[in-house]
């Protein structure tokens, strides 16, 4: 019996250093989208006035970028909303896991 309790204790404490770990990671994941998202927008501003010049591809490849940051954004928003949610410590660490 205490030989199973050190294995359950161990088998917490490493999934509290996988779910700190797959925070971490996805806080920067989180920050560096928004700073992809700044240098879009603000490209986009800048570049609003020459848009009608732009040929279709580059239109089609503006577009592609922003459907990949529309990607990031919604992965983002996805991991948000499973922070609210509770749990079980499998579903947790099948979860974070999948993030990394």
Not at 9 to 33: K, P, T
Not at 58 to 74: F, G, M, P, R, T
């Amino acid at each position: 019996a205490r030989k199973d309790q050190r294995k359950d204790d161990q088998i917490a404490r490493d999934n509290e250093i996988v779910r700190i770990h797959a925070e971490e990671e996805l806080q920067m994941m989180i920050d560096g989208f928004e700073r992809n998202n700044k240098v879009i927008a603000r490209h986009l501003h800048e570049y609003e006035p020459a848009a009608a010049e732009l040929t279709i591809g580059e239109k089609i490849e503006l577009i592609i970028e922003l459907v990949k940051y529309q990607d990031h954004h919604s992965k983002i928003l996805k991991y948000k909303a499973q922070q609210s949610k509770t749990l079980s410590k499998k579903q947790q660490k099948v979860f974070y896991m999948s993030v990394l």
